[in-house]
């Protein structure tokens, strides 16, 4: 099945770049941060979302550029990068690594965003390159992505162990989200691709004391009998161990994607349980991200498609009893100043708001930093940040994060501050100041 994601890699040109200015490299008004910008060398368009370490240092990756243009990267195969402040209070980049590509064995096209382990390593997936071909229908760059370690030295240097290679067989392909740790220190993710059904997987890496990294596929989808289909984002775990993530189709006829969960059961065999089926109604579809939980065992996320406005929707799924749950729509996007196609996902701030972006919308069509905030009689009321190309970028295709003080990162795909990545510029990593999303409202 055709990747959504994948179209707005390769594909998509931006429908409108106004002149206006977003951001700078200096605070100039109340609410406008920063943004830091790619010039292709260092990174071109950056499409995860960025975590953030215990210094204020922000950590990410860009899905092109890089300097490696490989036999099968024509415009770089994408770097991993650090961003911190200067003495100045700018934004300063270091590339800590350069992707290579299927040529060398290494990962292309990274567009998940990174984790940190408690030594401070970091861990990630691309969705292409790697030193095995893919066995299926596999993307035309060479290899079906890989999961990477980068290990910080006392020298500031990086170092990359590849922990494993997809192959798009029964091991799935073509991995798109980031990945998650279990107590124990096993790796969790999904591929988007391949599988036993060639419908994509959610997956276990185990370390052994080899130093190698073993494969268990946990659940295979099938993309029948209601079943889901290429999972895309993320997944997050319970108190108790279980596994929740959506698929971006599959599940029927509607084939607008769901939401499951997986329990673990003897000899470490997991069930799947599926929550949600969309389709295409008011509640959205095609849930491109992973979810998040609230205190109170609520999962939140995003639709890219329908909704009652047509541009996608921000839902909640609330437990009952026999294991039923409930769906409630939170916003529908009207793909106008609003915003238009979320596809990243939601995180709360502590006084029980929603944050994220779209894609599109806004009045430019640039796409929007959106807060949702509840109100007395169960309605959410939208605040929307309108993001304008020029110097601020355009088209944020992933969540934000906080960081200590309040302030919101994130990355844009393209900004029109430099032609060195063509019209549509290389993108940004972007602030929002606290009290930034204040006005633009559209309830």
Known sequence: MQNPRFAVVLNTALASLAAGLLFTAVVVAAGLGQAYHFDGHNGHQPQAGLVIDSAGNLYGTTAEGGGHKGR???????????IGLDANGEFKEKVIHRFSGSDNGDGALPVSGLIFDSAGNLYGTTAQGGSTACGGSGPSQ??????????????????ETILYTF????????????LIFDGAGNLYGTAGGGGANNAGVVFELTPQANGQWNETILHAFSNSGGDGAD???????????NLYGTTAFGGG?????IVFELSSGANNQWSETILHTFAYGQEGAVPMAGLTFDGAGNLYCTTIQGGGGGGGSVFELTPGSGGIWTVTTLHNFSEHADGNEPFGGVIFDGAGNLYGTTREGGVENDGVVFRLTPQADGQWTETAYHLTGGNGGADPVAGVVFDSVGNLYGTAEYDSSSSACGTNGCGVVFRLNSGALQGHRHD
């Open 72 to 82: 099968k990267c024509p415009e770089g195969c994408g770097v991993a990068f650090e």
């Open 231 to 241: 999972p895309f984002g993320g997944l997050i775990f319970d108190g108790a161990g």
């Open 253 to 257: 006829a509607s084939n607008g994607g």
């Open 167 to 178: 192959t798009d067989g029964n091991d799935g392909g073509v991995p798109q989200a980031g």
């Open 142 to 159: 060479g290899g079906c992505g890989v999961v990477f370690e980068l290990t910080p030295a006392a020298n500031g240097e990086w170092t």
